[in-house]
């Protein structure tokens, strides 16, 4: 995960959070969550058994206490998954901090889990989940 982050960081470097307003930000990322929700939803773009693709985790809001579903970049190591951001201020990994039970959904079907998570230039939550029952 070490690469990633001086991936990230060589990526970010040149777009501060001052100059994008944080408002512009947010409705950049619904728009996007929109399109992309569907199509993870489906079992497309979702990553392997180990490997990376993009899953939705479903975290509880920390003051609303409803649902909340975000589509991110993933990587997978069977029952482990991490998914990441730059951004200090993203809801979910503030979310995920109050009440790290949490589902991610994998193709087409959430498994429920626990998250920890840690902060740093690459904000990081690790997802261990609960074991796949389905015999299938």
Same mark, same amino acid.
């Given at each position: 995960m070490? =690469?990633i982050? #001086? %991936?990230?960081r060589?990526?970010?470097? &040149?777009?501060? /959070?001052?100059?994008? *307003?944080?408002?512009?930000? $947010?409705q950049?990322?619904?728009a996007?969550n929109?399109v992309?929700r569907?199509?993870l939803?489906t079992?497309?773009?979702?990553?392997?058994a180990v490997?990376? =693709?993009?899953a #939705? %985790?479903?975290?509880?809001?920390?003051? &609303?206490?409803? /649902?909340?579903?975000? *589509?991110?970049?993933?990587? $997978?190591a069977l029952?482990?998954?991490?998914?990441s951001?730059?951004?200090?201020?993203?809801?979910w990994l503030?979310?995920?901090?109050?009440?790290?039970?949490?589902?991610?959904?994998?193709?087409?079907e959430f498994?429920?889990?626990?998250?920890?998570?840690?902060?740093?230039p690459?904000?990081?939550?690790v997802?261990?989940l609960?074991?796949d029952?389905?015999?299938a």
């Open positions: 070490a =690469g982050s #001086v %991936v990230v060589r990526l970010t470097r &040149s777009v501060t /959070p001052s100059l994008i *307003p944080p408002a512009i930000t $947010r950049a990322f619904s996007l929109a992309v569907p199509l939803s079992g497309i773009g979702n990553p392997p490997g990376f =693709g993009a #939705v %985790v479903e975290t509880v809001g920390r003051k &609303s206490g409803q /649902p909340r579903q975000v *589509p991110l970049v993933a990587f $997978r029952d482990r998954v991490y998914v951001t730059v951004r200090a201020d993203s809801q503030a979310n995920l901090e109050a009440d790290g039970s949490t589902k991610v959904q994998l193709a087409s498994r429920p889990g626990q998250a920890t998570v840690r902060r740093g690459l904000n990081i939550a997802v261990d609960e074991p029952t389905d015999p």
